[in-house]
């Protein structure tokens, strides 16, 4: 087996304390979806954005497709998020959303510098809302209720570029388990990341890796077998120097398909906790806007079951 692999990385930091999540003006979520899987399971998406202002914020939502160059997405119309509204976008792949049966990736939600008027200064909170998504399965095994995982926006500043790694631990795949690992990128070019899998020794077992499209999303199936309890460690080997992406994983039963979403753990390499004040962050260039006629903000708001 191969040792634990250190990578240095030069970097210039602060040291702070570590923070707890806050709003933000910008985020990934990272996975979403509306299509069947494994053990007749049926997935769709969630969507809830809230404002916490007393003025009118505008958001723009953009799909990424999984296994595409996205210099150009999929886009809602400006979403006009009333003060104090909790806004939820039931099934937003769904017919009256994306229409994307069959699709899955990643999504940007982010204030719209323009319509919003947003100073481009730190520390400013004028545009700041909230993000939440949750990935279910309908109907599993052919029953009533469902069941699903939480994917909360990701803040776009809290993503892993070239100074900082990612780890994903409590990752199995066994006999009782599967994984899915994947990455979605902010990034208007190709980016290749590793994935180093280490068991609970900290040995390597598995080394592979990933090259992501412009502003893409890719997921995997776990490539190391008979893996119970390790870590998925994830970072950037090439890229353009803005780089910035958002690694994730997926742990489902085997027998009911029941899933566990695992956020990225993301450190200096284990010498500093990552805070957002302590990195530098460019600012994210959008994708070209394919225009999405089937988006419908008023029928997104009723739920069907």
């Not at 939440?132 to 990701?154: H, I, K, M, N, S």
């Not at 958002?246 to 029941?258: C, E, I, K, Q, R």
């Not at 990552?274 to 999405?292: E, G, N």
Request: proline share 7%; net charge negative.
């Amino acid at each position: 087996m191969i040792r634990r692999f250190v990578l240095l990385v030069a970097v210039v930091a602060v040291a702070v304390p570590a923070m707890a999540r806050e709003m933000t003006s910008a985020y990934v979520v990272p996975s979403v979806a509306n299509l069947t899987g494994l053990n007749g399971t049926d997935w769709h998406t969630d969507l809830t954005l809230y404002n916490p202002h007393q003025t009118v914020l505008y958001v723009k939502l953009v799909f990424l497709p999984t296994d595409r160059d996205n210099s150009a997405a999929p886009t809602a119309p400006l979403v006009d998020l009333q003060p104090w509204e909790t806004l939820n976008l039931w099934d937003v792949l769904g017919p009256y959303g994306f229409d994307a049966r069959g699709d899955k990736g990643a999504m940007l939600v982010y204030a719209d510098t323009t319509a919003n008027n947003c100073p481009n200064t730190a520390g400013d909170t004028s545009c700041d809302f909230a993000v939440f998504a949750r990935t279910y399965t309908l109907a599993p095994y052919g029953a009533g209720g469902e069941y699903g995982t939480d994917f909360p926006g990701f803040p776009a500043s809290f993503g892993v570029n070239s100074s900082v790694i990612a780890y994903l631990p409590q990752i199995s795949d066994d006999a009782d388990f599967r994984t899915n690992v994947g990455v979605a990128s902010w990034t208007s070019d190709w980016v290749t990341v590793r994935e180093d899998i280490q068991d609970t020794s900290g040995n390597i077992v598995g080394r592979y890796d990933h090259v992501i499209p412009p502003n893409g999303h890719e997921q995997w199936r776990l490539e190391a077998g008979n893996l119970t309890g390790g870590t998925v460690a994830v970072y950037i080997t090439s890229g353009p120097g803005d780089a910035m992406v958002y690694p994730y994983a997926t742990v489902l039963n085997n027998t009911t398909g029941d899933a566990a979403a695992v956020e990225a753990q993301i450190s200096k390499v284990g010498l500093l906790a990552q805070a957002a004040s302590v990195r530098a962050v460019a600012a994210r260039s959008v994708p070209k806007a394919l225009p999405v006629p089937t988006f419908s903000i008023e029928k997104l708001k009723h739920r069907a079951r």
